[in-house]
Structure formats: structure tokens, C-alpha cells
């Protein structure tokens, strides 16, 4: 049965595979800002805030990718990924816009399986096929610590839930 989640009233129906607290991260290939491939094996070691939102033309979108941004400047050992349908160079251009840094910015455009894969695609309204938004916090071992799936598309995610959850 999908997750449920909406966009003001609008149900949205999205992906069930959502991974767990204690599950491992899957497998995923995205692409950067160069257009290389980038693997959850890129990131080994780290912990990694995976940060799903669907483009960041969105007030909320572009406001969650700032805050991140400044949490990241605060978190030792650990990668903030931001992933969406965008094109790298339409978030890359944004970071530079407003001199964010801290985190890693992710398309999907060669890897939009990772989306239905980590229980993030948005399967009805307008924006099938895009990402909801949602926070997935990883130790070092991608094991998964916090889940969150942004009940309304017009909210950010409880950042405090997963600073907590990285300080465990």
C-alpha cells in the first residue's frame, strides 16, 4: 500500500519502500555537478543526511536546502546529500546564488530508480514522478537512523529530529 502524504488538501500517493530505522541504505546512482555518476559508496565512512525534496524552485525546497547548509557547518564526519529531479547545474547554479556550501548537491537525472527505491516517488497528482520530501539520516555504516517523510509537501522536515538521531 502506498504512503500517503499531501500537497495543501491534495492527496498524493508516493512509493512504499521507504527504508526503516536499523535498515541499510540501498544502492544508488546520481549524478553531480560534473555529470559523473555518484554512488552510496562515495560516501563511505561518513554520515549522510540524505535530503529528498522534488526541485528547488520552491520556496520550501530552497529554504530546506539554506537551513541544511547551516547545520552543515556545525557536523563533523558527515555529508549532507541533496537529491531531486533537478538538473545538477540548476541546483549548482542556485548553491552559488546564495553561497551555500555545505552540502552535496545530487540529480537524478540518470538515477531516478533511487527515488522509487527509497520510497520517495510520488506516484499520483501533478508531480508523479518526482521525490517527496523527505530527511533520512545514516551513520557511517548506512545504517539508517531517522526517517522522515514530510507529511504535507509544503512543510520542511523536523531538523531537530535528525540532528538528534546523528548525536545517538
Do not use: W
Not at 522534488?54 to 520550501?60: A, E, F, H, N, S
Not at 529554504?63 to 549532507?80: A, E, H, K, P, W
Amino acid at each position: 500500500m502506498p504512503n500517503a502524504i499531501s500537497l495543501l488538501d491534495e492527496p498524493i500517493l508516493v512509493e512504499d519502500n521507504l527504508p526503516g530505522v536499523g535498515d541499510t541504505l540501498p544502492f544508488f546512482q546520481l549524478v553531480n555537478h560534473l555529470l559523473e555518476d555518484v554512488t552510496l559508496e562515495s560516501f563511505q565512512g561518513k554520515r549522510k543526511i540524505l535530503h529528498f525534496f522534488p526541485g528547488i524552485d520552491t520556496p520550501v525546497s530552497a529554504n530546506s536546502v539554506r537551513t541544511l547548509d547551516i547545520l552543515g557547518q556545525t557536523l563533523s564526519n558527515t555529508v549532507i546529500l541533496n537529491i531531486s529531479a533537478d538538473l545538477p547545474f540548476t541546483m549548482t547554479r542556485f548553491c552559488a546564488m546564495e553561497n551555500l556550501v555545505h552540502g552535496i548537491n545530487l540529480s537524478g537525472m540518470r538515477g531516478r530508480d533511487m527515488f522509487k527505491h527509497y520510497g520517495v516517488l510520488i506516484m499520483s497528482s501533478k508531480l508523479a514522478g518526482l521525490p517527496a520530501r523527505a530527511l533520512m539520516v545514516a551513520d557511517e555504516h548506512d545504517h539508517v537512523l531517522h526517517v522522515e517523510l514530510v507529511a504535507d509537501l509544503t512543510r520542511e522536515p523536523d531538523y531537530e529530529a535528525a540532528l538528534k538521531a546523528l548525536s545517538r
